[in-house]
């Protein structure tokens, strides 16, 4: 069973592995662009075979960039949550069992929160491979009593077992926001999480959520100079060097991943016009954009904001 304390002793195996595919633009030896990019971003194609997801997601965290950056929601992407729950109440009004909520890829919790808070009646499970931000969410939670509801669960391992022991039981909704799918070297691994995802979901009403970054907005000078739209970068924050996959996606990309999961899209969206560190720092601007979005496709936005269902063949 999950645990409420995410500093447990768990296997490190994490969802990612090192198994890099050779793509368009990449030659059978690493590629190695050794130029320093605006914004002290370095493209290193090798160190993401190396690299330690966990590990450095933990000294992101640590180093208190993440929520500078990301203070709050993007009201967009709640929006779109909250149209899901309501889709909930519209099918099923009196439900007799909490619906059910997973958050995967859920760091500090920054939507979760806002949703305990909108919906008494829902039940949720925190999954995170980085033990940081779950350390801070478990302390957020307990300080507001609302730890009893929330499931925290820390690590692919731990993911195993609460999953054997929920059974046949699924969730309502789950999330996969803000580029976590983008984070996955592997196309064959996005597909296991979608998978995983689908499975996981209800047959009948549940609805999966899904965020990722646009290309044709994302890192454009790195992936002219990689010719490829997946990239490893690094940022140096307060003097440490921290690298990051990033897999960036069009609209029909996505959607060709979602389909191959056995997923229906019910509709997709600009996440953000502008950029999320914006939009998520500034309450007003976030609303102005929020409007925006209504009128700007999904192909001109920061980033693709995707509702899906369990597909029916």
């Not at 994490?14 to 130029?35: A, P, Q, V, W």
Request: with cysteine; charged share 25%.
């Amino acid at each position: 069973m999950a645990t409420n304390n995410p500093t447990a002793t768990l296997s490190k195996k994490t969802l990612l592995t090192d198994d890099i595919s050779t793509t368009e633009g990449k030659t059978e030896n690493d590629i190695e662009i050794e130029s320093e990019i605006k914004n002290h971003i370095k493209i290193d194609i090798k160190s993401h075979i190396k690299s330690d997801i966990e590990k450095n997601y933990n000294r992101y965290y640590s180093t208190g960039m993440y929520k500078s950056r990301y203070p709050s929601i993007n009201q967009q992407t709640l929006s779109v949550i909250h149209q899901a729950f309501k889709s909930l109440h519209i099918e099923n009004p009196i439900p007799k069992k909490p619906f059910q909520v997973l958050d995967y890829g859920c760091g500090e919790g920054r939507y979760l929160r806002h949703l305990l808070y909108s919906h008494p009646q829902a039940h949720f499970t925190a999954y995170d491979i980085s033990s940081e931000p779950l350390q801070a969410l478990a302390k957020s939670l307990e300080d507001y009593g609302e730890l009893s509801r929330v499931d925290i669960v820390y690590g692919e391992t731990e993911l195993e077992n609460y999953s054997r022991a929920r059974g046949e039981a699924k969730f309502s909704v789950a999330l996969l926001l803000f580029g976590v799918l983008s984070h996955i070297p592997s196309a064959l691994q996005r597909l296991q999480i979608l998978s995983y995802l689908r499975n996981s979901i209800d047959p009948i009403n549940g609805q999966l959520i899904i965020s990722v970054p646009n290309k044709a907005r994302r890192f454009k000078k790195i992936q002219q100079a990689l010719n490829s739209h997946e990239i490893t970068y690094s940022r140096i924050i307060k003097q440490q060097k921290i690298d990051f996959y990033y897999y960036l996606y069009d609209t029909k990309s996505i959607q060709r991943e979602i389909q191959a999961a056995g997923l229906d899209i019910i509709n997709i969206k600009a996440e953000s016009v502008l950029p999320e560190s914006w939009v998520t720092s500034y309450r007003l601007l976030g609303w102005i954009d929020k409007q925006a979005c209504r009128w700007i496709p999904a192909k001109w936005g920061y980033g693709i904001l995707v509702s899906c269902k369990v597909s029916a063949l």
